[in-house]
């Protein structure tokens, strides 16, 4: 991935942050980008000057991780090899296998923040096979038992995304991967827009064992540990849509993001707690 954005942003005076935690501390944001496209990006905020150490994600013995996030790969084995050589743990695999597509090779490993990253190599003959350069294929968001339905069925109704794939898995490999018991049993609901198959938004339930996830519970004075941005172009009709089904406002105000321009801005979170922001670009800003 390349460098798309790296700037400090600061709040006036007296205005608070929607991204938390209250205060007036310069935030720099950096983003990432795989190729020319826009979508599924990767951001990073830091806190500058703040009274508070940001907590790499920290994850119980036997429970989930807080977000995994799918990157397509051209060679597992080339990925592998730099993150150990970067020092990072490899969590599973890489495991070999054979898919409608055809073969692929996938592994988990951590970042230096905690975040759980899949990699997936590409799968010959696939119609939309893994491109030359790390793309992400999608952000997965864990929620507990008979929870994954209701923020899927927000981000199609509010934000008009489709579903990808429903699907369940329970196989002693899946169960590698994600550092969990062999017996495991997941179902994740994965959600796109448009054609492409990356920048997707996933969810996913763990039927077996059961197991209390309540993920995104914010604390105070500390940031939203994961915050899912879309950029639309009427930000009354998505929140006209989300709040009926449960959502909360977190707050609303229009402000400029340096080297960019002006943009109005809305959060909020999901029954389930997820964070949502929504930007929509105003002047002659296109991305």
Known sequence: MKKFYDDVMTNAPGVKSLLGPEGRFPQRLVSMQSGDSDVGMMGFLEYLNASFTVMPFVRKPGSVYPVMVEFAVPDIEATVTKVV??????????FYGQSDGGAYGVATFL???????????????????APAASAIRRVVIPTARNKAGPSAQLLQEALDMNVFSDETFGSAR????LDLDETAVARVITLWQGTEDHGMVGFMEVLEPEIDINPFVKRENYPYEVILVFVVDDIDRVLSKALPLGARLIGRRTYEVPGRGMVEG?????????????TRWLGSQTR
Do not use: H, K, R, W
């Open 111 to 129: 970042d230096p923040n905690g975040v759980l990253i899949l990699a997936t190599d590409c799968v010959t003959g696939q119609s939309n096979p």
């Open 266 to 278: 809305a959060m909020f979170t999901d029954s389930n707690g997820v964070v949502i922001d929504l």
């Open 85 to 94: 050589e970067m020092g990072q743990p490899i969590i599973g695999g890489p």
């Open 174 to 177: 899946t169960a590698a991967l």
